[in-house]
């Protein structure tokens, strides 16, 4: 029963109904699930031969995290199954969680969906309380970084979704009518080919980690980016400075004081945190469906002001550090130089001098496809919006007239019309398609981000195979009625076929 209050909804009797007693139990309903949901059944793609004399992948998806995953389910579930998803970590380091996240927990709420394409028993709540109890999803306030990794790897292992780690895309380039992957597996090279490529590789892929030139002078093992692997135990002992006031930067810091260093001075531009997290604004399903459908201004002025502050630390990431008596906070403290003293960095803040054995930035990406390698072949084919929006030419953020400008279902444009028709067989499925597509990359904007991707990838087999789906429909003769005395033989039926 859903009883409506106000415009917000509660669930009544939930703790009495049913539900997997175990994993095991909850694989068994999902099984159940598909075999009913199956519907259609009707393979429809053919096999597509390749240059080297092999069979062309239909898509292959780069990056195995939560869209690699996700686009690759919705894949399978519209009958084209011969796809590949590639990633260069090893099984488990997909994604950023395990990696350079440094954050106990995910910042979404635990109640969203999207990974699951429809499928309630595949949603992270199904797969946590099967496992953990009612009692144990209730009191949870945030999905941890462990238990969301451990529910992407059950998916992927349940579903059978085909992943190969330690491959690493090196280039992207059209041939004839397919696209050509060369990736470094495993320290060898290999070809791939596909019709289609979705790009789920997240944001530093397509652009990198964002580098603010105060610290181009220092040499760089006494920096990193909050976004690299750092070795954490190697700093114990040491006075560490942090640049930022966002939920990155607090994640580091909190990461830090766990881990053994000395002190942590955060360095934040603004006098005060920001408070609200505008991105959260979103979550609405009339945002999350229909936005990439405005017009180009609207879609522009918006998502500045979606974006107009970085996301702010959770409450648990501030507590994390606040009562920690070697975290210091500096605010007003933009970044104005830094040079080695000694041993160590002085650093020149706006507010004073900090003094600190090492530096990491939390200061956000950038979005540059210069700077993305394997774009190298394509990349002066590819709109941006500022080749598409007087607005975006010299005016708003530089990471936003840098976005690639997609069409409706997340593909690549052409900056010349008519120059290079195969971009519209990439799909750019990440963080850098906010501006055209909405909050795309995070778990939130899952549940219609995939069914737009899926809607673009499967129409567009469609027209491309036009003629055979042509010619099979007139090929057409099967039938569950023949042997009745009053229907048509199938000879008399192919006769009056061929001469209508």
């Not at 992957?181 to 495993?186: G, S």
């Not at 920096?223 to 954490?232: G, K, L, N, P």
């Not at 054995?357 to 500022?386: H, K, M, Q, Y």
Request: glycine content about 10%; proline content about 7%.
């Amino acid at each position: 029963m859903v009883v409506q209050n106000g415009g917000s909804a509660t669930t009544g009797g939930v703790a009495d109904r049913p539900i997997a007693g175990s994993l095991e139990e909850l694989e068994q309903m999902v099984a159940r699930d598909l075999e009913i949901l199956l519907y259609p059944q009707k393979p429809w793609m053919t096999p597509t031969p390749a240059p080297d004399g092999g069979q062309a992948l239909d898509v292959a998806i780069v990056g195995g995290g939560h869209c690699g995953i996700a686009a690759a389910f919705a894949l399978l579930q519209e009958k084209i199954s011969n796809i590949l998803v590639l990633d260069e970590n090893d099984p488990g380091e997909e994604g950023p969680w395990l990696t350079y996240a440094r954050m106990p927990d995910l910042r979404t709420r635990k109640t969203v969906i999207g990974m699951e394409h429809g499928y309630p028993n595949l949603t992270f709540r199904a797969y946590f309380e099967a496992r953990e109890g009612l009692a144990a999803y209730a009191a949870m306030p945030r999905i941890s970084c462990e238990d969301w990794v451990g529910y992407l790897m059950w998916m992927r292992k349940l579903l059978n979704l085909p992943v190969q780690n330690a491959s690493r895309l090196k280039s992207l380039a059209p041939v004839g009518n397919l696209l050509r992957l060369t990736i470094d597996h495993a320290g060898r090279e290999q070809t791939l080919y596909a019709r289609r490529v979705v790009l789920a590789t997240g944001p530093l892929a397509m652009g990198g980690a964002n580098i603010p030139p105060e610290v181009d002078g220092l040499p760089k093992e006494y920096w990193a980016h909050a976004y690299e692997r750092i070795d954490v135990d190697a700093l114990a002992g040491k006075r560490v400075a942090v640049v930022g006031g966002g939920a990155t930067a607090f994640d580091n810091a909190g990461e830090l004081l766990e881990r053994g260093v000395a002190s942590v001075d955060l360095l934040v531009r603004r006098p005060k945190l920001c408070r609200v997290s505008v991105i959260r604004w979103t979550d609405w399903a009339g945002f999350l469906h229909t936005f990439a459908d405005l017009p180009d201004k609207e879609r522009w002025d918006m998502m500045q002001m979606v974006q107009r502050n970085p996301a702010p630390p959770t409450l648990r990431a501030l507590e994390r550090v606040d009562s920690n008596p070697d975290f210091r906070i500096h605010f007003s403290s933009p970044l104005l130089s830094t040079e080695l003293a000694g041993d160590g960095i002085e650093i020149a803040t706006a507010s004073g001098t900090v003094a600190a054995d090492f530096l990491i930035l939390g200061t956000g990406f950038s979005v540059d496809l210069s700077r993305c390698g394997f774009l190298g072949p394509i990349l002066d084919d590819i709109a941006l919006w500022r080749d598409r929006l007087p607005e975006a030419k010299s005016g708003g953020p530089e990471k936003y007239r840098n976005s690639p400008y997609l069409g409706r279902h997340y593909e690549f444009c052409e900056k010349l019309p008519g120059a290079a028709p195969y971009l519209k067989h990439i799909y750019n499925f990440n963080q850098t398609a906010q501006l055209s597509m909405g909050p795309t990359g995070r778990v939130s904007g899952l549940k219609y981000g995939v069914r737009r991707l899926m809607d673009g990838i499967s129409g567009s087999f469609l027209k491309e195979d036009y003629g055979r789906h042509l010619a099979s429909v007139i090929a057409y003769n099967d039938s569950d009625m023949d042997g009745h005395p009053w229907v048509e033989s199938p000879e008399d039926s192919r006769v009056e076929q061929a001469a209508e």
